[in-house]
C-alpha cells in the first residue's frame, strides 16, 4: 500500500470513529434570543457572491470583530482561548455588547489537537468546540485559524527571549533542527527571517519533510468533521469558513525562487490541498480565508515581497482573500515620527480592495490592531482610528463628501486581539518556572488586547470605547455605493474629528455638531428584509437621530415589518442593538444619516437636512 493511500485510510479510520464515538449530530437549536422574522434565513451559510459576503437572504454582509485570542497561543490554558466555557461566554458578551463585533477569528493549536503524531485529542477539540459554541450562541458568527507563529513554541530553549506556537513537538522533534538563535532582533518577528532554526522549519513544513505537512492536512480535516458533527446545523452555518495557516512564509527560498514563484509553485498548492480536506469534512459550502506571503504588503519599502496570490487566478466563491496588516514603520518607533493622520492608510487598504476584486472575490484583514503599551503605544489611538477608517473606506475623510462614489466597499476585519486575561497571565515561558510570564499579552512582549478583566471580574474595554463599538452596516439589502463613519474617539484628550461634515451642508452639519455620525449610501434589492447598521452604545434610542429618504426621525421606533426606519435588538441576548432600514425598490438609490448629535432637533432643521442630503445624494452618483 502506498503511502499516500495509508494516510488517507488512516484519516478516514480516525474521522469514522470521532464520529461513531460521539453519535449522531445534535438537535437543532431554537431560534437566537431577540431574532426577528428574518432572521434565520439570514443566519444561512454565508457565501461569496459577485465579489461580497452574503447572508441567506441576499444582503451584503460585513464581518467585524477581533482575534480570540492570543491566549491559544500560551500552555498556561493548553491551547484554548479560555479556562473555561463560562469565561468564553462572559468574553463572547462582552464583545459584542462592548466591542460592536458581529465576528471572531477563533485561534486553533495544531500542537494541542495532535499532541501525539497520528493521534488526534479529541478531549482538545471538544472542549475547543464548546468555547467556539459560546459565541455562535451569543449570535457571533466564527471562523477557525489554525495558528502559528515561528512555527513551534518546542523550537525555543528555556532560556530564550522570545517563544513560538503552532506545531507539536514531535514535527519539531522530526526535524533535528540547529539550536535556535534570532542574533540582534529587536522585535520577535525578525526570527521569521533570521533565525535559522525557524527558517528551516518552516522550508520543511512547505516541503512536506519528514511528511509534517499530510501530517498538519489530516488533523485539520479530523478537527474540521469534529466540529460540524458537534454543532446544530443552525450553529454550523453561523461558521463562516476558516483560515489554513497564519501569515504564511518560504522560511528560505529554493535557488531561482522568489516571493511570487513560491506563493505559485508552494503556498497555492497547499491552499488547494486544504479547500479538498474542508470539502471532505463537509464544509465544501463554506469558503477558505487564504492567506498571501506575509509580507506582500509590508509597509517598509526594504521588507515587502511581491506577492498577494497573483497566479491564483480567479479564486471566486470558494476562497476569500485574507490579510493581516501592522503598520511596521509606527511600531519600530524609528521610521515614523508623530502620529497617524486622516487617510493614512487608504492606499494600503485599497491594494487590498484591490487585489480581492481582481481574483474575483471578497476580502478580511484578518490582523490589524497596534501595542497598546510601550514606547510606541502613544500612537495606538491614531493608528487604529486611522485602520477603521481605511476599513470603512478608501477615501480619506478630507474628500469623502466631494468622492463619495469612490468609497468602494465597506471591508470585513478582525482585530488583533480580544483576550480577557489581559495583564492576569500566568504563563511559564518556553516551559520556564523561572519565567513566569504576567503582563499584556504573556508572549514576546506584546500587549494588543483592546480586553480585560477588573478586579470584580468584569469585562472592560482598555481602548476608547467610541473607537472600537462603531456604527458600521453589518447587511446591506443591495449593493453599498458608499459608507463613512466620523467615531470622534479620542487621543488622550483630544477628540479626533476627520471627516467633519462640510460648509456646503450647513443644517446637516447642525444636525450632527460636534456627535458621532454615519452615513450610508446604497441601492436596495427590493426585497423585504431590511439592511441593518449596528448602533454602538454611544447611540442609545433615545439620543439617535436618523436622516434617509425614507424618512426622518428622532428615537426611532421599534422594528416592525411596516416601519422603514426602527430599531431591535441584536439576536443573542448580548443587549447590542441595531437599526433597521426597509427600503423599496430595485436598484433604486437611498441613503441614511445617523448621528447622536443635536438634542431634540426641530422639524424644520430635520427638513433642511433632508432636503440637502437629498441633493447632495443625487449629485454623488451622478
Known amino acids: 500500500m502506498s503511502k499516500l493511500r495509508a494516510r488517507l485510510l488512516g484519516v478516514l479510520v480516525l474521522i469514522t470513529g470521532l464520529l461513531t464515538a460521539t453519535g449522531a449530530q445534535p438537535a437543532a437549536a431554537d431560534p437566537l434570543p431577540d431574532s426577528r422574522w428574518f432572521d434565520t434565513q439570514a443566519s444561512a451559510t454565508l457565501t461569496v457572491a459577485n465579489g461580497r459576503f452574503t447572508d441567506g437572504l441576499g444582503r451584503e454582509v460585513v464581518l467585524r470583530g477581533y482575534n480570540v485570542s492570543g491566549e491559544t497561543k500560551l500552555e498556561e490554558n493548553t491551547g484554548l482561548p479560555f479556562a473555561s466555557v463560562a469565561d468564553a461566554k462572559k468574553s463572547a458578551t462582552a464583545l459584542r455588547a462592548l466591542g460592536g463585533a458581529n465576528s471572531v477569528r477563533f485561534l486553533l493549536s495544531w500542537a494541542h489537537a495532535e499532541p501525539v503524531r497520528g493521534q488526534v485529542d479529541s478531549s482538545y477539540l471538544?472542549?475547543?468546540?464548546?468555547?467556539?459554541?459560546?459565541?455562535?450562541?451569543?449570535?457571533?458568527?466564527?471562523?477557525?485559524?489554525?495558528?502559528?507563529?515561528?512555527?513551534?513554541?518546542?523550537?525555543?530553549?528555556?532560556?530564550?527571549?522570545?517563544?513560538?506556537?503552532?506545531?507539536?513537538?514531535?514535527?519539531?522533534?522530526?526535524?533535528?533542527?540547529?539550536?535556535?538563535?534570532?542574533?540582534?532582533?529587536?522585535?520577535?518577528?525578525?526570527?521569521?527571517?533570521?533565525?535559522?532554526?525557524?527558517?528551516?522549519?518552516?522550508?520543511?513544513?512547505?516541503?512536506?519533510?519528514?511528511?509534517?505537512?499530510?501530517?498538519?492536512?489530516?488533523?485539520?480535516?479530523?478537527?474540521?468533521?469534529?466540529?460540524?458533527?458537534?454543532?446544530?446545523?443552525a450553529e454550523f452555518a453561523g461558521v463562516v469558513g476558516v483560515d489554513p495557516f497564519n501569515e504564511p512564509y518560504a522560511g528560505t527560498y529554493d535557488s531561482g525562487q522568489n516571493s511570487r514563484t513560491w506563493e505559485r509553485d508552494v503556498l497555492w498548492p497547499f491552499h488547494v490541498k486544504f479547500r479538498a480536506r474542508m470539502d471532505a469534512a463537509g464544509w465544501q459550502d463554506k469558503p477558505a480565508f487564504v492567506e498571501p506571503n506575509l509580507?506582500?504588503?509590508?509597509?517598509?519599502?526594504?521588507?515587502?515581497?511581491?506577492?498577494?496570490?497573483?497566479?491564483?487566478?480567479?479564486?471566486?466563491?470558494?476562497?476569500?482573500?485574507?490579510?493581516?496588516?501592522?503598520?511596521?514603520?509606527?511600531?519600530?518607533?524609528?521610521?515614523?515620527?508623530?502620529?497617524?493622520?486622516?487617510?493614512?492608510?487608504?492606499?494600503?487598504?485599497?491594494?487590498?480592495?484591490?487585489?480581492?476584486?481582481?481574483?474575483?472575490?471578497?476580502?478580511?484583514?484578518?490582523?490589524?490592531?497596534?501595542?497598546?503599551?510601550?514606547?510606541?503605544?502613544?500612537?495606538?489611538?491614531?493608528?487604529?482610528?486611522?485602520?477603521?477608517?481605511?476599513?470603512?473606506?478608501?477615501?480619506?475623510?478630507?474628500?469623502?463628501?466631494?468622492?463619495?462614489?469612490?468609497?468602494?466597499?465597506?471591508?470585513?476585519?478582525?482585530?488583533?486581539?480580544?483576550?480577557?486575561?489581559?495583564?492576569?497571565?500566568?504563563?511559564?515561558?518556553?516551559?520556564?518556572?523561572?519565567?513566569?510570564?504576567?503582563?499584556?499579552?504573556?508572549?514576546?512582549?506584546?500587549?494588543?488586547?483592546?480586553?480585560?478583566?477588573?478586579?470584580?471580574?468584569?469585562?472592560?474595554?482598555?481602548?476608547?470605547?467610541?473607537?472600537?463599538?462603531?456604527?458600521?452596516?453589518?447587511?446591506?439589502?443591495?449593493?453599498?455605493?458608499?459608507?463613512?463613519?466620523?467615531?470622534?474617539?479620542?487621543?488622550?484628550?483630544?477628540t479626533l474629528t476627520w471627516n467633519p461634515v462640510p460648509s456646503s451642508l450647513p443644517h446637516v452639519s447642525q444636525l450632527v455638531g460636534s456627535g458621532q455620525y454615519g452615513l450610508l449610501l446604497w441601492r436596495s434589492d427590493g426585497g423585504a428584509a431590511p439592511t441593518e447598521l449596528h448602533l454602538p452604545a454611544s447611540f442609545p434610542t433615545s439620543a439617535t437621530t436618523v436622516v434617509s429618504d425614507l424618512g426622518a426621525t428622532i428615537s426611532p421606533p421599534a422594528y416592525t415589518t411596516t416601519t422603514p426606519i426602527g430599531v431591535a435588538p441584536e439576536p443573542g441576548g448580548t443587549g447590542s442593538r441595531r437599526l433597521l432600514l426597509t427600503a423599496p425598490g430595485s436598484r433604486t438609490l437611498h441613503y441614511a444619516l445617523v448621528t447622536n448629535g443635536a438634542t431634540a432637533p426641530s422639524a424644520d432643521l430635520l427638513s433642511a437636512a433632508r432636503t440637502e442630503l437629498a441633493s447632495w445624494a443625487a449629485a454623488a452618483v451622478s
Not at 542574533?183 to 520543511?204: E, H, P, R
Open 295 to 494: 509580507f506582500w504588503n509590508a509597509n517598509i519599502a526594504s521588507r515587502r515581497q511581491e506577492g498577494g496570490l497573483l497566479d491564483a487566478g480567479t479564486l471566486g466563491s470558494r476562497y476569500v482573500f485574507n490579510t493581516h496588516f501592522y503598520d511596521q514603520k509606527a511600531i519600530s518607533g524609528i521610521l515614523m515620527w508623530g502620529k497617524a493622520g486622516d487617510g493614512r492608510y487608504a492606499t494600503d487598504f485599497g491594494t487590498v480592495r484591490d487585489r480581492a476584486s481582481a481574483a474575483g472575490t471578497t476580502a478580511v484583514v484578518s490582523e490589524f490592531g497596534h501595542p497598546l503599551s510601550g514606547s510606541v503605544s502613544d500612537k495606538a489611538p491614531t493608528v487604529v482610528k486611522a485602520m477603521y477608517q481605511a476599513l470603512d473606506s478608501r477615501l480619506p475623510g478630507s474628500s469623502w463628501w466631494s468622492r463619495a462614489a469612490s468609497s468602494g466597499p465597506v471591508l470585513s476585519g478582525t482585530q488583533w486581539q480580544w483576550d480577557i486575561y489581559s495583564g492576569r497571565h500566568h504563563e511559564l515561558m518556553n516551559d520556564n518556572p523561572d519565567k513566569v510570564l504576567t503582563s499584556g499579552d504573556a508572549w514576546n512582549d506584546e500587549d494588543l488586547s483592546a480586553v480585560r478583566l477588573d478586579d470584580s471580574g468584569t469585562a472592560v474595554l482598555r481602548q476608547d470605547a467610541r473607537l472600537l463599538d462603531r456604527l458600521y452596516p453589518s447587511a446591506t439589502a443591495g449593493t453599498t455605493v458608499a459608507f463613512t463613519y466620523e467615531d470622534r474617539s479620542r487621543d488622550g484628550s483630544t
Open 126 to 233: 471538544a472542549a475547543a468546540t464548546d468555547q467556539l459554541r459560546a459565541f455562535l450562541d451569543a449570535g457571533i458568527r466564527v471562523f477557525p485559524d489554525f495558528h502559528q507563529d515561528l512555527y513551534s513554541r518546542y523550537l525555543f530553549n528555556t532560556g530564550s527571549w522570545y517563544s513560538g506556537d503552532g506545531a507539536p513537538k514531535w514535527a519539531v522533534d522530526a526535524g533535528n533542527y540547529p539550536q535556535e538563535s534570532c542574533g540582534i532582533c529587536l522585535f520577535w518577528g525578525q526570527n521569521i527571517t533570521q533565525n535559522g532554526a525557524v527558517k528551516q522549519a518552516s522550508y520543511d513544513f512547505w516541503h512536506n519533510a519528514h511528511g509534517v505537512q499530510g501530517a498538519f492536512l489530516d488533523t485539520a480535516q479530523a478537527t474540521m468533521a469534529y466540529v460540524k458533527q458537534h454543532l446544530t446545523t
